[in-house]
């Protein structure tokens, strides 16, 4: 789609009664033939060959989702209950599904004895990810077996891959629906035929659909919230699944991102995250103007909301127009999470990552250069596929040079359909394990050693809520995203407040609230 078509769009957002014009039906009025039809063919497994290709077709921008007539009460009296695996896109989708099926009348609950549906919004990206959802379907066989009624259904990453919806229909026969992540907002019609019909609804799309943006949201919380800002990732790093489950590149259009975030400030959240697998490639879908995500972070950056965040950044696409933008500070926040995956530039080429070591260092540099007081954390996998300990060292030596102050890191976990699980690997396991605790032992040295400098420092904190062990003490992040746990009246949930620190530890920080404490 050009901008001009884009442009129409947007008028066509304000004038519903132009709608028709673009779309022959409504999204609510379509069946799922019409959408078998669209995929041209009727029911098809996932297919990971498939997702691969980019095609070239436009995508079109909804913005006239609605829950058909039929379906809206059919929660009246039920309750629903979501569990989410993975990331924080899989946190914001669940509370898309949460929004529809409170639209459909559903009330939420965290018992899953009270629960009416229950759905499981899976992730793929490694295999204990996944076989914690199975360990989880097998559970709920027998809340299932005592609750016939009972809707169980599997979504996410998960769904994506054919080798779990065939291993669902055939070991897993009590699950009664499985969806996708690029038909979310089918929830309404799917949930319907799950309760009315006797198979098991199964409607996953190999291939990404259009952005539906007027999608209901509950969202969980009143201070922090995620904003999507593209979907899918064209990267295929040789080791990841998420390009096959997640589709290819789309970008949400900055007007309809800004109007969101100008909503949640007015509705008086202190922080927004912006979402995507690699938002560094924000905008490069949009044809006919160039808006990237510096150029939408300087627009953010006038919205009268404290804090702004945007995560995951992708080292190659990370461009000088961010940095400028991201140095003029005030709501955009002094954290960049830059996943390196390695040190090594040999191993980071097989892993198709597109830069070098010298090349993410060169990087480093520059982002330090402009926001002297950035905090960098980073993303790590070893025991790549032949990874030497001469490779593995250079991680651990690059990890020194940077100074990361925190680190997820992960054994690699061959994904069935990516190329890194058809290459030999003559690295043992336990050869991994060990790398993997070494590596831990340098990040949580340089983590505590980060938290140390805070010692007697005052930092502005963002009130989140209770503490996760102590309901007494309450905690938040500052700026530099360190949390901090420290006592302080209820009332200052959702404000953001002077702490002074008083000990640090490798993950938290302790302090006292100043009593003239309120910032914003
Ligand atoms: N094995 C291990 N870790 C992986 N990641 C992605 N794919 C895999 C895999 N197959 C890690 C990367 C990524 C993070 C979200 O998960 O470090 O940045
Ligand atoms: Fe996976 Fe690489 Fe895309 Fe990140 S950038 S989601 S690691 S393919």
Same mark, same amino acid.
């Given at each position: 789609?050009?901008?001009?078509?884009?442009?129409?769009?947007?008028?066509?957002?304000?004038?519903?009664?132009?709608?028709?014009?673009?779309?022959?039906?409504?999204?609510?009025?379509?069946?799922?033939?019409?959408?078998?039809?669209?995929?041209?063919?009727?029911?098809?497994?996932?297919?990971?060959?498939?997702?691969?290709?980019?095609?070239k077709?436009?995508?079109?921008?909804?913005?006239?989702?609605?829950?058909?007539?039929?379906?809206?009460?059919?929660?009246?009296?039920?309750?629903?209950?979501?569990?989410?695996?993975?990331?924080?896109?899989?946190?914001?989708?669940?509370?898309?599904?949460?929004?529809?099926?409170?639209?459909?009348?559903?009330?939420?609950?965290?018992?899953q004895?009270?629960?009416?549906?229950?759905?499981?919004?899976?992730?793929?990206?490694?295999?204990?990810?996944?076989?914690?959802?199975?360990?989880?379907?097998?559970?709920?066989?027998?809340?299932?077996?005592?609750?016939?009624?009972?809707?169980?259904?599997?979504?996410?990453?998960?769904?994506?891959?054919?080798?779990?919806?065939?291993?669902?229909l055939?070991?897993?026969?009590?699950?009664?629906l499985?969806?996708?992540?690029?038909?979310?907002?089918?929830?309404?019609?799917?949930?319907?035929?799950?309760?009315?019909?006797?198979?098991?609804?199964?409607?996953?799309?190999?291939?990404?659909?259009?952005?539906?943006?007027?999608?209901?949201?509950?969202?969980?919380?009143?201070?922090?919230?995620?904003?999507?800002?593209?979907?899918?990732?064209?990267?295929?790093?040789?080791?990841?699944?998420?390009?096959?489950?997640?589709?290819?590149?789309?970008?949400?259009?900055?007007?309809?991102?800004?109007? &969101?975030?100008? =909503?949640?400030?007015?509705?008086?959240?202190? #922080? %927004?995250?912006?979402? !995507?697998?690699?938002?560094?490639? $924000?905008?490069?879908?949009?044809?006919?103007?160039?808006?990237?995500?510096?150029?939408?972070?300087n627009?953010?950056?006038?919205?009268d909301?404290?804090?702004?965040?945007?995560?995951?950044?992708?080292?190659?696409?990370?461009?000088?127009?961010?940095?400028?933008?991201?140095?003029?500070?005030?709501?955009?926040?002094?954290?960049?999470?830059?996943?390196?995956?390695?040190?090594?530039?040999?191993?980071?080429?097989?892993?198709?990552?597109?830069?070098?070591?010298?090349?993410?260092?060169?990087?480093?540099?520059?982002?330090?250069?402009?926001?002297?007081?950035?905090?960098?954390?980073?993303?790590?996998?070893?025991?790549?596929?032949?990874?030497?300990? &001469?490779?593995? =060292?250079?991680?651990?030596?690059?990890?020194e #040079? %940077?100074?990361?102050? !925190?680190?997820?890191t992960?054994? $690699?976990?061959?994904?069935?359909?990516?190329?890194?699980?058809?290459?030999?690997?003559?690295?043992?396991?336990?050869?991994?394990?060990?790398?993997?605790?070494r590596?831990?032992?340098?990040?949580?040295?340089?983590?505590?050693?980060?938290?140390?400098?805070?010692?007697?420092?005052?930092v502005?904190?963002?009130?989140?809520?209770?503490?996760?062990?102590?309901?007494?003490?309450?905690?938040?992040?500052?700026?530099?995203?360190?949390?901090?746990?420290?006592?302080?009246?209820?009332?200052?949930?959702?404000?953001?407040?002077?702490?002074?620190?008083?000990?640090a530890?490798?993950?938290?920080?302790?302090?006292?609230?100043?009593?003239?404490?309120?910032?914003?």
């Amino acid at each position: 789609m050009n901008e001009q078509q884009r442009k129409e769009m947007n008028q066509i957002k304000d004038n519903p009664a132009d709608k028709k014009s673009v779309e022959d039906k409504p999204l609510s009025e379509k069946t799922s033939e019409d959408f078998a039809k669209y995929f041209e063919s009727t029911y098809q497994p996932p297919s990971l060959k498939s997702a691969k290709k980019r095609g070239k077709e436009d995508v079109n921008v909804h913005y006239d989702f609605e829950i058909p007539e039929d379906i809206q009460g059919i929660g009246e009296g039920k309750k629903f209950l979501i569990r989410t695996y993975g990331c924080q896109m899989n946190e914001h989708d669940t509370e898309v599904m949460a929004g529809i099926l409170s639209e459909m009348g559903y009330e939420s609950t965290t018992d899953q004895h009270e629960a009416d549906i229950i759905l499981l919004n899976t992730c793929a990206i490694r295999e204990n990810a996944e076989n914690k959802v199975f360990g989880e379907i097998g559970h709920l066989k027998a809340l299932k077996r005592e609750k016939p009624d009972l809707i169980l259904g599997v979504c996410g990453c998960m769904s994506q891959e054919e080798s779990v919806v065939n291993r669902i229909l055939q070991k897993h026969q009590f699950v009664d629906l499985i969806f996708g992540t690029h038909n979310i907002h089918r929830l309404p019609q799917l949930v319907q035929e799950a309760i009315f019909g006797k198979e098991m609804v199964v409607e996953v799309w190999s291939k990404e659909g259009d952005i539906v943006e007027n999608l209901p949201r509950q969202r969980k919380g009143n201070i922090k919230a995620w904003v999507n800002i593209m979907y899918g990732c064209d990267k295929f790093c040789t080791y990841c699944i998420v390009p096959y489950t997640r589709g290819k590149e789309r970008s949400r259009l900055p007007e309809d991102i800004i109007q &969101e975030v100008r =909503q949640l400030a007015a509705q008086g959240y202190k #922080e %927004v995250t912006l979402l !995507g697998q690699n938002v560094n490639a $924000y905008g490069k879908d949009f044809e006919d103007r160039t808006f990237g995500l510096g150029d939408l972070m300087n627009e953010i950056h006038k919205i009268d909301i404290p804090r702004v965040r945007f995560t995951t950044s992708h080292p190659r696409d990370f461009d000088d127009r961010l940095i400028e933008v991201l140095a003029q500070g005030g709501n955009l926040l002094d954290h960049i999470h830059l996943p390196v995956q390695s040190g090594s530039s040999e191993v980071l080429k097989i892993m198709a990552r597109k830069y070098t070591r010298e090349r993410y260092l060169e990087l480093v540099d520059k982002i330090r250069e402009a926001m002297p007081n950035a905090t960098l954390t980073t993303d790590i996998i070893v025991g790549f596929p032949n990874e030497t300990e &001469e490779q593995f =060292q250079e991680t651990l030596s690059l990890v020194e #040079e %940077v100074g990361f102050e !925190g680190a997820y890191t992960f054994i $690699y976990s061959p994904r069935e359909g990516t190329p890194a699980a058809k290459m030999q690997d003559n690295v043992p396991m336990d050869v991994k394990k060990e790398r993997l605790q070494r590596l831990n032992a340098v990040v949580n040295h340089q983590a505590a050693q980060a938290m140390k400098k805070y010692e007697g420092e005052i930092v502005e904190v963002l009130v989140e809520g209770e503490s996760k062990k102590n309901a007494d003490v309450l905690a938040g992040h500052t700026h530099r995203n360190k949390l901090v746990n420290f006592r302080a009246p209820r009332s200052t949930i959702g404000e953001i407040v002077k702490v002074k620190i008083t000990n640090a530890k490798t993950w938290s920080l302790d302090g006292e609230l100043l009593e003239t404490a309120e910032v914003k």
